[in-house]
């Protein structure tokens, strides 16, 4: 079998999988994924990433049917979205915040490059557990980290994860309520005491 890809862009960090029999060729059309531009006043309104994920999962739609939020320093705003929920999604999201907006379908091919808000930083940890790493990269204390875990508040690459011992690896996105989202940019190896090397990048 083959497994194939999409985003909507070679940007996107959110992506639809699709397997297939070997002799069978993917096109982008195949991921079903729409691609809408968000227009709203930005001239007087500026839209957060946070504003439109709340406005989409207020609107009852779980968070796999939905792809990457994406906004550029020139106020364009867009989302990509599951084609078979498109409509219902068109027709419900008319505010963002107290923002009147409209949805306009555009093609894939015009997604944007999005501005990069991730502040990357290194910092040594003797383990990769998930409650030693958050407690790093957040500068919390593990016995905060740890309720926030159990309580299903931290999700790592947008799946609930209720495991403090849980492992990380490169490439990981990190997801705290309340707390913004982190990402695992790379292991950069041991150092003299044996701790790891970890660069990693945050935003709220």
């Not at 397997?19 to 309104?45: A, G, M, Q, R």
């Not at 990433?49 to 906004?71: A, V, W």
């Not at 930083?121 to 990769?128: A, E, G, L, P």
Request: charged share 30%; hydrophobic share 35%; net charge positive.
């Amino acid at each position: 079998m083959s497994l194939s890809f999409s985003g909507g862009s070679r940007y996107a960090e959110r992506c639809r999988l699709r397997l297939t029999p070997p002799y069978l060729e993917t096109s982008d059309e195949d991921f079903n994924l729409t691609l809408f531009s968000i227009d709203y006043p930005s001239k007087f309104v500026t839209l957060q990433h946070r504003d439109i994920l709340g406005s989409i999962m207020n609107i009852g739609i779980k968070r796999e049917k939905f792809g990457d939020i994406s906004l550029n320093d020139n106020g364009v705003a867009q989302i990509i979205i599951a084609s078979e929920i498109s409509d219902y999604v068109e027709m419900n999201v008319q505010t963002i915040g107290k923002a009147p907006v409209h949805l306009n379908r555009i093609p894939i091919s015009e997604h944007i490059i999005p501005k990069d808000e991730w502040i990357e930083d290194v910092t040594t940890t003797s383990s990769m557990r998930l409650d030693v790493i958050m407690a790093k990269i957040y500068k919390l204390s593990r016995s905060k980290v740890s309720p926030y875990i159990e309580k299903g508040l931290v999700k790592v690459n947008w799946k609930t994860v209720d495991r403090t011992d849980f492992t990380l690896e490169a490439g990981d996105y990190i997801s705290v309520r309340g707390y913004g989202r982190a990402k695992i940019i790379a292991i950069e190896g041991l150092t003299k005491k044996e701790k790891y090397r970890l660069r990693f990048g945050k935003k709220q």
